[in-house]
Each structure stands twice: as C-alpha cells, then as structure tokens.
C-alpha cells in the first residue's frame, strides 16, 4: 500500500482481522474473577408484578446475588430521554420494573452467577406473581376511549402531539380543479437484526471507584454521559469502550437498561460482569424501528400539478421512551415531505402513543424512510388516478438544481442536489420505454411485470448543534478529532465517531494519507475508547464523514499548516515558495530542496530549530459543528415480476443513482447502498414485526422474523451524481441510509404497477406472497363481478 | 442463548451406543448432525439430561447399491446425497431435495437419520422418502426391526421409534423403469422451511400411469401421503386436466389439520400444496417420458 487519495477504493483494512474471526467484541472480554448476568424478563404484555420470589435462585449452584427492581431501584435512576419535545410526556422509566411490566421483555429481575449457564438455570427459578392487565398493542387503538392505560403521565397513552407544515393545504384544496386522493399508509414495525447482540461487561475498580462499560454501542461517548448522569457517578470516573461492533443499524444509540444494570451491579458484588444478549432477548429488549399508522392525502390538478400533502400519523414509541425516540417521527419524518418536489403546501400532525410493545426508536433511517416511502407511494397513487405516468408527474413538480442552499416549504434548508439530473441519469440506465413495451407483451402473456421509481432526499450529517438544540436536542451534534504525528512520522488518529460496520478504519485513514501523504499503513485509526481521546458524538445519521472527517480534515489542516511553516524554516525558504505535495516540502524552482513529512515531523520532535514562537510536538485536535445538515438524494428504479400461481414477488432489475457529494472511497460507497438497498427490500417484501392483541411476539426469532437474504436480490446497477456539499469541508454527504430509505417505495411502486390493470391501487408492506395472492383473487374477483353486472345489464 | 445440564457420551459403537440409550432411557437423546435437536436445547424447549453423541460410530454414513434397491447410512448428511451419483440417479428428487435443504453449513451437518427422527412438520426428507417408499432399520441393544416408511412419521415431531431405538439405516427400493420423480418447494420466508413441499414418484407405461407415489410436507402436523391424488393418478393416461385434478386433492388427506401461522393461512396453504403439486407431477411425468 502507499498513499492513498480521495476518490480511490482503497480496500478495507479491517477486513481481514474481522472476517478471519480476530476481531474483538464484547464477549471476547474477559476478565479475572469475572460473573455472568441473565434478565428475568417480563413473559406478558402488561402485568402488575404482586410478587417476586428469589430464594430458590439464591440458592442455586454458583448464584452470587439476584436483585429485583424494587432492590436497586434507588441506585438504578431512570433511563434517559435524549430528545425534548414541547410538552413531551416522560414516564418513569426503571431499568428494572418493580411495579408493573409494560411490554414483553420488560426485565424485572437480574441473577448474577458464577458463569452464564448458572445464571440462566436460576432465572428459571425466579417465580414472579403478575397480575396480568389489559394490553394494547396498536398506536391509533391505543388513543382510543376505553384503552387499556400505560402510564399515569399520559392520558390516552400519548406521549406528544407535534405539527409541522408549510403554505395552507385547508386553503389550497378549495380550489375547485384540486383532486385530493386518500390512502392510509402503514409502514409496518421492524425488528433490527445486528450480526453481534448487544452485550456489556462492567469492570468496577473498587479501590478508585472507577467504572469501565465495554458496550456494544454506536456511541461510547453518550453512553459515558448518560451513564454518569442517570446513576450520578462522577463522569471522570467512568470510561465506556465500545471495541468492534457487529452492526447496530441505529438499535445500539440508546443507553441501554442492561448498561446501567451492569454497572450498578458489579460495584454491588464487587466482581466484574458480562451480559451478552440472546438473539431470542434481542428480539424483545433491543429497540424496534418503524411502526407507523398514518392517513395520508395528496392533492394535485389534472395536468400533474402536486399542490400539497397532508399526513395525520399513529406513531407508536413502544411502552417507554427510549433515548431518541421523540424525535424519529417528528424532525426527522415531517421535515422530509415535501420530497425532492416543489410541494407548496404541507400539513403534518404527528401523535406518539405508547403501547405494550418493546420501545421503538430510530432503525436504519430512521424517520426518513417512513417519509420517502410515504410521499413516493402517495406521488405514484397520484399519478395513478389521474391517468398520468409517474415519471412525467414526478419530473414536473422536481425542484430545481442547485448548488448552496435552497429552503424548502418545511422551513428547512436543502444543501445542493440535481434532482432531474438524477432521473435523467437513472432513465439512461433503464430504458423505460422498452420496460413499458415488455410490460404490455408480459401480460399477454400471463406474467406480471411491474416497475417502481422512487425519488428521495434525506436529512444527514446530525448536524447543527445550535438548530439541533433548539429543536430538543438534549446534547451537541459536533464532532471531534485529533491527529498525532509520530516522530517517526507516522500517525495515530483518534476519532469522535466509532465504527460498526461502516469501515472508519480505512476511510479515515484514507483522509489523512491523501492529505498528509502518509503511507496508509503507516496510520492508526483509533476510536470507541472514551479514555483514548477527546469527546464525540457518535455514529448514526450517516454523520461519520460528513461531520467526523469534516473534523479530522480540520485537524490534518492544523498540521499541514504547523509542518508547512517548520519545513520552510528548516529549509529556509520563504514560505510563499515552500509546495507541499505527495508527502514531501519542496521550495520551488529549487530541485534538491526538500524534505518529507516525516523528517519535518522529526524535527517537531527534536525541537533542535523551531522558528521562534512554535510549539514542540505535532498533534492537533479539531472539533467541527456544521453549518447545515447534509442531503443526499437520488432515484431509483426497480422491476418486479410476480409469479400469477403464488403471488411470490421477485426483485428483478434495481437501478440506483445516488448524489453523496464528494465519494471518499467509491467501494466502500457501493456497498453500503447494496447493503442498504437489500434492508429496503426486506421491509418492501419480508419484514414484519408482528404482536397478538395481547402483547406476544409471533415474529420473535429468525424462524418466523423474515430477514431478506442474497438469494432475493438482482445485481444492482449502481451509478452517482455528484453535487458536492457546501455544508462541509470536504463536500460529503452520506450513505449509510439512502438504499434503505429509496427501496421500499421503489418495491411497492413496482409492485403495484405489476397489478394496477387488474385495479390494485395500494397494498401495504411487506408485500408477502399471500398479500400478492389475494390481490390478485380479489380483484379478479371485483371483474368477474362487473362483467356480470354488464351482461345483467344488458 | 445457553442450554441446561447435560452428560455427553460420545459412543464409538452401535451396541455401546443402544446400551446407553437403555441404561438412561427416557432421559437420554440421540444427537446425530444436531442441527434440530441443539437449536432446540438452546431455546430450551428440549432439555435431555443425556446425550448420546452417533457421530463417532464409524460405518453408519454410507451410500450402498443393493441388489433391489439402495441402503443409506442413518448418519449420511445432506451433502453426501445430494452429491451422491448412485442417488442422483436412482432418485433423483432425493438429490436434489438435499441439495436445497437450507444452506451449506446445515447441509454438511443435517443427516437422513436426524431428519426422519425429528419428523419436522416442514421437513422435506420425510415427504422425499415417503414417496419413494422403503423402510427405516431401527436397532436396540438386544433387536433390530425394519419400519415400513409409511408407518414411520406418527404425528407431529412423533415417530414409531422408541427411545431406546437408533435408526442405523435407510433400505429404499429400486424404481420400475419408466419412473419420474421430482420435489417442489415453497420456502417460508424466514426459516426457509417448506409452507409446503410435495414428492412424486411416477411410473409411466406406454401412455399409462402404472404407479404414483405422492407425499406432502409442510402442510399438516406431519409428512402425509396424497393419497386421493395417487388414485386420481393411477390407470390413467396423464393429460394436463388430469393432472390438474389431481393436484387439486392433494391437500384432501390433511383436511382441518392444515398449519396456519403469519407466513400462511390453512386457505393459502392448500391453495400453495395444489399448486406445488400439479409442478411435481408435471416435472416428474416429465422425468418419466
Ligand atoms: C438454519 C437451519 C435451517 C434448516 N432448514 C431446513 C429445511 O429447509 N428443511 C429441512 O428439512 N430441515 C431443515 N433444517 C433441519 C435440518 O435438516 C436438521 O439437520 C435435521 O432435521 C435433523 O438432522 P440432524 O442430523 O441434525 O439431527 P439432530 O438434530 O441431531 O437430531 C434430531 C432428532 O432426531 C433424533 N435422532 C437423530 N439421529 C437419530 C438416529 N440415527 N436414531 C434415532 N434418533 C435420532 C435426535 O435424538 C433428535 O431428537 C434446518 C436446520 C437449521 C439449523
């Protein structure tokens, strides 16, 4: 390897380490003396707890301790809210429940034994009395009179009412020429299924009173602050250390019940512990994304013309509030309906309602993808009724191209995009025409195509801190670097965000090399260690780079700066004719004048001959807060093809083009839209969380919760537009969520044009074999029927 | 994910072996490819206190000619068949089920033997081998008798085996000439399972149908003969109505047992079961000509 530059697909340094099974995650910690933990967990929806009794458990081969709710309830606090919304309703939320069990899962009880099998022979022996309860389970039936009640705090389980919105849809739809066309829109509840659980050991050092969490978490720093100011635990005196972590997809950016329990727990038996997550745990105690009941209306004029959008949403927050959870249906849903579409008028109403299900927060996403998909399948729907194709409707209401700033009817500003450059870039790529040719030979023939665009932008690179914090942010969105130079010249970098998946390690290290010069092997990536460096924030809103490099490409600059003005001293020249480039100072005009990085960062070290004033040493530290969010955006299309006899729907062509801003590492790019675009269409056609009435999980195991797997997917056809971002310093925007957010409407648009001649207008996700089968039956159906009533006619 | 306390034995004999399973009958369990009966001891829905590990027994895995028909070690896994030349091409289906049962790693581990004990309602071996027909050797400490295959799978996860049993072998008879046989599937999105999988074994002379072995899984409690569908079948020659008729029984035997889950309703599965049946017949009548 040698130097690498921006724009180069540098291959994934940690690769190797993580996929010959060297990597190091929470359950590769092991510590001397060290006690394993299991949950006793909550086994109905919604119980009163009458009693617990632990003393068979106490007594078990290797039990160390147990303790309830009610134990440790002083020690334990509440878990936080991380995100304010006027007149937010927080209940109490225990780590451990001692009074009543809202959703399954709910733990109640923690067994601390001498290895994890004890542990988990003993929560058998837990006999907890519940009085069981009335549960609810649906966020519009749980608003309803008579509904059974979670929470004192918040009559009629609503936890927020919040609005956004834009122009004045009342007004606009009065005009007579207005067409308002209705759908009520569910975007069904998803379980994320990271590869590595979650997981945490506690280390508790009893003669400094420290506490160290290794937590699998896409945000040490937080859990560090939220740790310290829920237990009241002096913040110095806590260190968090997220080591490698097999994904989170947004489910590991909460402070974690578990963590707190933990923590308290060993300074309790003095002695380290462990938990490491089932996968059947993590279907129940691991947030949930999605869950959206929305009654949704767009209006528009014959000719295409879209003049508004209306949205009144169920979104369900689960049974408490987990860390983000106000904010995922609010900002980051409503700001984005207006689409990449002029959309004058917007009228939005959200109502977050608690329910007997585990808590919902952001997922891969997050907010937006309920948005796109709701506005995408609504623009389709329109163009649908009034006869018009959906591109030619879509492209009339596009905004224009732009480069710096462009507010949009929700009042937010988007950053620069070519929105028709996009679509017109896709249509390259996919002849539509010939697609619509095909369609119509295919259905002569008895086979069933459909295509689906969709068109999204999206809210990333989190963000402003001060639009942030006005908005309810409970902390700042900034983030942070630091850079050291060795004296050998090579580098240690440690980073605010931490990976978990993204591929941090090469990427950064790919920044410093293209900007230092520095050989990319000679760099280290250090991250997720609280003790290692300065304050971040964390990984999550694809905010890494846009924010994170954006701050390390501060710090580089700091160097740059400090080694440009030594290597001009040292070779004494001026300044104005010291170049740099390639890792190496040269004064121009002056051929055997140079010296390399290195040798410069040398000499910061000798401190032999520092031009008067300078500092020894080369280290630099940047923290960066944005300007503007960033705004990736894009089209894609896909084909369908849907099999008559079974109603099985096969993903047969997917294009996508996608604006990122400037791409660092054009591989890494890629594949985090395959991968992105593979959960769109896992929740387009498979994924469903689903509850009985009760508050039971029928979907709770990979059995029956149908993640998408490789055979579903075609080759993608990826390409990108490239407008790069003036909201930061290297013009990045970010990728870890557009495939998921353009998929599934893209999925459903296609497969509702595969079966709109028989009369399908909508069907909701996933759009399961049996839901295509009886489509089909049904509206088959429908026509036998109107044939009859013609010929009765007759 | 942690299972409860268990003893392990790793036998390297049949008769050490079947003595373990009587000295600790009732408490102990054959573990073969493990890959059924270890998810379910870590979601401790199973807790055998003993286990009694076959791997070790050397001579059970194996693919013989016989001279009416082949014999299949018990502790033959999935790879070994479908890889097979002897049952590619004496059964063909069988091939080529095993090759599409789950993914590599199950497949190189999941064994005939395990998969005919634990009687899945959603396996596809015990509706493969149905259809075929044959027998299951099963042996004691003291005997060994021979299991006709249609008396085999009970109920759900029951089979005629007792716990102090071990299946060493699978006998499956030689097909008349002029047989086609094929297996359809439709996978569960989730585990991959069948909703509903169906077996034909098809003999056809001249234009007639002599015989027709129909098996479904996934559908009921258990794999299950189709049997109105051999009959529509049989005496006749095999025209598209025809077997369109047939295939439209095929759920007949399961009746009011048909699974409903979130996957499929019982109406959605007899409707898949028809469906699939009417493409195994169609593929193995193909096979046949
Ligand atoms: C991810 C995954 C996906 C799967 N998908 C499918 C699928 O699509 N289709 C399918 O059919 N199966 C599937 N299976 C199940 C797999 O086929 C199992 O391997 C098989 O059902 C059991 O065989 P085994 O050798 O693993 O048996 P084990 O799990 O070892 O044993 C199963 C049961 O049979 C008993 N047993 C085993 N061998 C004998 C013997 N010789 N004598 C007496 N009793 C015995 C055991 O005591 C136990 O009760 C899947 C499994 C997994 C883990």
Redesign the pocket.
Known sequence: MAVATFGESVKRTEDPRLITGRGKYVDDVRLTGMAHLAFVRSTYGHANIKSIKTSAARNAPGVIAVFTGADLQEELGGLPVGWMLPDLKQPPHPPLAYETVRYLGDAVAVIVADSAYQANDAVELVEVDYEVLPAVVNGEEATKDGAPQLHEEAPNNIGFDWEVGGGDYAEAIKDPDVIVVKERIVNQRLIPNSMETRGVVADYDVGKGNITLYTSTQIPHLVKLLFSLVTGWPEQKVRVIAPDVGGGFGSKLYLYAEEVVAGIVARQVKRPVKWIESRSEAYVSTAHGRDHICDAEIAGKKDGEIIGIKVDLYANLGAYLSTFAPLIPTYLFGLMLGGVYKMPNIDCKVHGVFTNTTPVDAYRGAGRPEAAYLVERMVSRFAQEIGRDPIVVRRKNMLQAHKNGREVTTGVMYDSGDYKGNLNKALEIFDYKQFRADQRAARRDGKLLGVGIATYIEICGMAPSAVASSLGAGAGLWESSNVRVHPTGKATIYIGTSPHGQGHETTMAQLVSSELGIPIEDIEVLHGDTDQGQFGTGTFGSRSLAVGGAALFNSLQKVKAKTHRLASHLLEADPKFVTFSNGTFAVEDIADKTLTIQEVAGQAYAAANLPDGMEPGLEEVSFFDPQNFAWPNGTHICVVEIEQDTGKVEVQRYVAVDDFGNVLNPMIVDGMTHGGVAQGIGQALSEQAVYTDDGQLLSGSLMDYALPSADMFPMMELDRTVSPSPSNPIGVKGAGEAGTIAASPAVMNAVVDALAHLGVKHMDMPATSEKVWRAIQDAKEAQRAARATARAAK | MVTSNFEYFAPTSVDEATSLLSKYRGEA???????????MMKLRLAEPGILVD?GQIEGLSYVRKEEDGVAIG?MTT?REMATSSVIQSNYPLLADASAR???LQ?RN???I???L??S?P????PAVVLAIGGSVVARTRRSKREINIDRFQVDLLTTA?RDN???TEIKLPGLASGTGTAYSKFHQPA????ITGVAAVITISGETCTDARIAVTGAGDKATRARRTERILKGKELTPPVIRRAASRAAAEIGDALNEDIHASAEYREHLTRIHAGYAIDQAVAAAG
């Open positions: 369990k054959v573990l073969a490819g493990g890959h059924s009966l270890i998810p076959i018990s999935y049962v789950a993914d199950v581990r999941g064994t033997g395990g998969s004990a634990h899945d959603a396996g596809d071996i085996l049993e071990i299946i585990s991959h399972y069948a």
